[in-house]
């Protein structure tokens, strides 16, 4: 069975910083895209960012570039989004997903719907003082 396994979130304050991990079981990431998405309560759920594992091509939602980073250690087969200069908007759920789709050409979506072979628990991460 292929398994996504995010780290735990978190209670920060504002400016602080926290690292998501999304760790991959049963599967290799080297054809995967792998992304992070998060819902807030009442809100639609909306892409954060994401990687191609085969190019390391990145990208960012404008809300968060400049403060978050992803990257891949493909021998560990975990994702990882660092999140810096946390907002109170920031709080919401963080989930990864990871597709072969466009992942095999070495491509990544900041869409929801590119990501329907594996998903993973969700995070709750909270920002407030």
């Known amino acids: 069975q292929v398994h996504l396994v995010e780290s735990a979130g978190g209670l920060v304050q504002p400016g602080g910083s926290l690292r998501l991990s999304c760790a991959a079981s049963g599967f290799s990431l080297d054809n995967y895209a792998v992304g992070w998405f998060r819902q807030a309560p009442g809100k639609e759920s909306e892409g954060v960012a994401c990687i191609a594992a085969k190019s390391g091509l990145t990208k960012y939602d404008d809300s968060v570039k400049g403060r978050f980073t992803i990257s891949v250690d493909s021998a560990k087969k975990t994702v990882y989004l660092q999140m810096n200069n946390l907002k109170p908007e920031d709080t919401a759920s963080y989930s990864c997903?990871?597709?072969?789709?466009?992942?095999?050409?070495?491509?990544?979506?900041?869409?929801?719907?590119?990501?329907?072979?594996?998903w993973g628990q969700g995070s709750q991460v909270t920002v407030s003082e």
């Open positions: 997903a990871a597709d072969q789709g466009v992942g095999r050409i070495g491509s990544c979506l900041l869409d929801r719907w590119g990501y329907l072979e594996v």
